[in-house]
Every structure is written in structure tokens, then in C-alpha cells.
């Protein structure tokens, strides 16, 4: 019989936690392996042994939304329609955010132009990119965004949605529900915008 591993999936549970409950409150500055170690009352060797240090910490935290990203993307349906694949992908994308609010602003810090193509993060963060190019791509091939190509259309709506996130998750934007209309509303505009020629 091997032996059982000293620290298991639990512990990176609660470790993951903790640094993502320092980061929330206080940013990333604050994390250290010692502090987050103490946090789950743990120690320090069990945070190297599953993370390496706090970078490989941090990272683990960023790739933790990014998953989450590409998970609330990718289960978004094909629509006959692509344009009405839109409101759904950008719906995701807030639901995404919501669901890690604690890490965020540390995610998009380490989303970056020019990313390590063999990044675990930026591979996540492109195939939740690249889900919306291609529903961009099939509205283009019908005409709906005369003028536009992908990638102005991409960048375009991910500076709608990484705004109106900024806004939401510290409570500019009101309540959810106030929020959530604050949302359908730009969307709609933007979409509607997007079908005139320039």
C-alpha cells in the first residue's frame, strides 16, 4: 500500500482559498506563503510542495478564473443565429466575474498583449476568446457589422465587458438587479452600434 500523500487536494483547496480571501481583501502585496499557511493552519512546506511559491501561488489563483471563464464561454450554445450568441457570451463573461470576484482584478493583471502562447493561463483566456471570435466571425460572414473585422469587434466588446466588471464588483453599478439592467442595456447598444456601417 503507497503512501498517502501528504498534502492532498483539500489542502490546495483551502490554501487557494485563503490566498484568493488576502487578495480580496487586502491585494496581492499581501499574500506570503507564511500568512496563507498560518490561514489554514498548515505549514509552509505543504504551500512549496503543491505551488512552488507565492508566484506559482498566484498563478494557480489566475488560472483558477481563467477556467472558470472558459467554462461559462464554452457552455454557451450555437445559435442559428450568431448575433443572438452575443448577449449570452457577454451574460458569461459577467458570470464568470461574479464567480471570482475576490481574484478578478489579479486575473486581468496577468492577462496581458504578447502572452507566453504556452501559458496555462493564456491558453485558457484564448479558447474563451476565441469561442466569442468565432460567433464574431459568423456574423461578420452575414453582413451584420458592415466595415468591422474580428478583432476590432473582439476588443470592442471585451472593453465593454472588462468595464462594466471593474464597475460591478465594486459596487458602482448599484445592486445586482440594477447592475444586471445597467448590462442589457449596453450590450444592446453596442450591438446595435456595431450593425451600422461606419
Known sequence: MGRPREH???????????AGDLVYAEGPAAVSVRRVADAVGTT?????????????LLRALSLDVAE????????VPELPDPLDELPLLIAGFR??????????????????????LDDPV?????????????????????????????????RLLLALVHGLASLELRGILGDAETAGVLWTQATTTTLDGLRRPL
Not at 472558470?68 to 457552455?75: C, D, G, S, V
Not at 466569442?132 to 474580428?150: H, M, N, Q, Y
Open 68 to 75: 472558470t471563464m472558459r467554462r461559462h464561454h464554452e457552455a
Open 8 to 18: 492532498g487536494p483539500d489542502t490546495r483547496a483551502a490554501l487557494l482559498s485563503a
Open 95 to 116: 458570470s464568470a466575474a461574479r464567480e471570482k470576484r475576490q481574484l478578478y482584478d489579479l486575473f486581468m493583471a496577468q492577462v496581458r498583449a504578447g502572452a507566453d
Open 44 to 56: 509552509t512546506r505543504a504551500v512549496y510542495s503543491l505551488f512552488g511559491d507565492k508566484d506559482g
Open 122 to 154: 493564456f491558453r485558457l483566456v484564448y479558447a474563451s476568446f476565441d469561442r466569442v471570435l468565432s460567433t464574431i466571425r459568423r456574423c461578420l460572414a452575414l453582413g451584420l457589422f458592415p466595415g468591422r473585422d474580428e478583432f476590432t469587434v473582439g
